[in-house]
């Protein structure tokens, strides 16, 4: 007893000393052979745990890249760039925000994507709209959420973020989605806009109008409501709501358009005069200068209000500088007359209000207004065959008046508020005829050289890309003319690029109608080039050439020529998609994500 006794004692006495000196020399017996290898080596090594797996390796990896982060702080260091850079977040992960993203972490910080989940819904549903208590609960979500995020980027201040600031991205589906009649959904929620491919999407699913792998029967209207959302509006912020109630009172004057904007527009529609009467919310949202960019892709089909959603989120983001707006509508809501015009009225105050209290700030804007499947024209061309009805038939021409003069006040805005612009795209709801006509001072001398310089410079504008919508030669000429002497006041302009993909109905098929003219301050061969594609075989008139000389050698010191090119377009008579024209545009990369190229190209192929 007595020497066991003294051994045990002598043994704890002298342990805890022995066993700390042997922690201590393992600990540094291993960073010694993690930092003895070559620098190469280690960076191969970190490279190759970062790189993404597949699904079917993602089941038995035993460690994840946040796990990586705490070996050592080399690993740190480096993992969490990694992790940091973009963060996708759902409604639920907005109130541990502010826990993990402390000090060094907010500088590693770019990209932040919102990507709000509904609740899931059976196939018994799946055909119907959403009711009343399924859109209170969506709403509700939304609202939360947003807030929650924007209250707490409202307190990051410029120098704690990286230089470039950090783009916001909103997007918001159920899970269901995909398992039902949008089947393409199921892959495609994975992408991101930072993807460098998109996988190919095997939908096996035979059934909700697919038949090994491709859609062979629409969903009606109501089974497509369900995932872009009942109701024109769309999914909104609820200004009553708990989490917005502390919020500050939203100024009297904040919505007021300035002397240089055009007021809110109404269509001159008779169905419309109520319905264009919308709420002001009563407290605006936090204002944050961290974000630089918001992006809505049109990845995910739920649609958002402009007056209720997007309209707030930027007049709180106080230093944008892109706005990249890719939505895709249902072409059905043009049925209903009152939910159309309304959505015309909110896109003029957005992109003529807002964009006026942020033109100090926006440098890039990419506006590409899509819609689902392209039917946007076939649903016109249905309606107008259709209606033999005389008083219909009225009301149809009225709107078709309604929806050309929406066309013409949101280009001139755009004209008006793009002064500091670097880079601007706009399609399909802005026409370039409306707004090229803000240089010549009317319509009965819009070309005269000598008019033109009482009209402020596009000193900064690099890329322009807009649709327009010429009906014969001669008001293509008129329209080439005049881009001529707006290009004349951009110095910087590298490219400009004027584009339209139209479909036609006709008795025994759908055929495409197409434009597309691009000026290159630099081709291929060095030498400035215009070049005019159309379905319709227009030529450059002799009067064009002259006036696109005329830009080139203003553009270039030393200028030798000035390439001419005129191309013809076969579009395809059988199955047109606008994408067989979007694939030939130049700018297409700045227009459109390369995501939202892949995805269109993935559309037009199985659709």
Request: aromatic share 12%; charged share 30%; with cysteine.
């Amino acid at each position: 007893m007595g020497p066991a006794s003294s051994t045990r004692s002598k043994t704890s006495s002298t342990a805890p000393r022995r066993m700390g000196s042997v922690s201590e020399k393992s600990r540094s017996k291993q960073q010694y052979y993690w930092n003895v290898l070559p620098t190469e080596l280690r960076i191969w090594i970190l490279k190759l745990l970062a790189e993404p797996i597949s699904e079917e390796d993602d089941a038995c990896q035993p460690y994840t890249k946040s796990t990586y982060a705490v070996v050592c702080k080399e690993w740190r260091d480096y993992f969490e760039q990694i992790n940091f850079r973009h963060l996708i977040i759902h409604q639920y992960d907005v109130s541990v925000l502010t826990e993990i993203l402390q000090g060094r972490r907010r500088k590693l910080v770019k990209w932040i994507w919102l990507r709000l989940e509904l609740p899931w819904y059976s196939c018994s549903v799946c055909r119907t709209k959403e009711i009343p208590k399924e859109i209170r609960s969506h709403i509700s979500l939304f609202t939360k959420a947003l807030v929650g995020l924007l209250t707490t980027l409202s307190s990051w201040r410029d120098e704690e973020v990286c230089s470039e600031g950090i783009t916001l991205e909103l997007s918001a589906h159920s899970p269901s989605d995909r398992h039902h009649f949008f089947r393409e959904l199921r892959d495609r929620h994975k992408d991101t806009a930072w993807s460098k491919e998109v996988k190919d999407i095997d939908v096996e699913h035979n059934g909700h109008g697919w038949t090994q792998g491709f859609r062979i029967e629409d969903p009606d209207s109501d089974a497509i409501s369900r995932v872009f959302g009942s109701g024109s509006l769309g999914l909104r912020l609820d200004f009553r709501a708990a989490p917005v109630r502390n919020l500050s009172p939203q100024s009297r004057n904040s919505t007021k358009p300035s002397t240089t904007q055009s007021r809110s527009w109404k269509p001159r529609y008779d169905s419309h005069k109520k319905s264009t009467q919308t709420t002001a919310p009563r407290r605006k949202l936090p204002e944050v200068s961290v974000i630089k960019a918001f992006v809505l892709r049109r990845q995910f089909y739920r649609i958002f209000s402009m007056s209720i959603a997007i309209t707030p989120i930027v007049e709180s983001l106080t230093q944008l500088r892109e706005f990249i707006y890719e939505p895709l509508r249902h072409a059905d809501e043009k049925h209903d007359d009152q939910n159309f015009f309304r959505r015309l009225s909110e896109q003029h105050n957005l992109f003529a209000n807002v964009f006026s209290t942020r033109k100090e700030t926006l440098k890039r804007i990419c506006i590409f207004d899509g819609c689902y499947r392209d039917r946007e024209d076939w649903v016109f061309n249905e309606i107008e065959a259709h209606h033999t009805n005389e008083l219909v038939s009225a009301a149809f021409h009225r709107a078709q008046e309604a929806r050309v003069e929406a066309r013409k006040r949101l280009s001139a805005s755009l004209a008006l508020v793009s002064k500091n612009f670097e880079e601007l795209h706009a399609s399909p709801t802005v026409d370039a005829k409306y707004f090229f006509f803000q240089f010549p001072p009317g319509d009965e001398h819009p070309y005269e050289d000598n008019l033109v310089p009482k009209f402020d410079e596009w000193t900064r504008l690099r890329y322009l890309s807009l649709t327009a919508y010429p009906q014969n030669q001669q008001d293509c000429s008129h329209l080439l003319h005049s881009a001529a002497i707006a290009a004349w006041r951009m110095p910087q302009l590298q490219v400009m690029e004027l584009w339209n993909a139209k479909l036609v109905e006709c008795w025994d098929s759908n055929s495409g109608s197409a434009f597309i003219f691009r000026y290159e301050r630099k081709s291929e061969t060095g030498l400035p080039k215009i070049v005019l594609q159309t379905s319709w075989n227009y030529s450059l008139e002799e009067t064009t050439i002259q006036a696109w000389i005329k830009v080139a050698r203003g553009h270039i010191k030393y200028f030798r020529e000035l390439e001419c090119e005129c191309l013809s377009i076969s579009p395809d008579k059988e199955n047109f998609k606008k994408w067989q024209i979007v694939k030939l545009l130049a700018l297409k990369g700045r227009m459109l994500n390369q995501t939202t190229l892949q995805q269109m190209e993935w559309e037009a192929e199985r659709y």
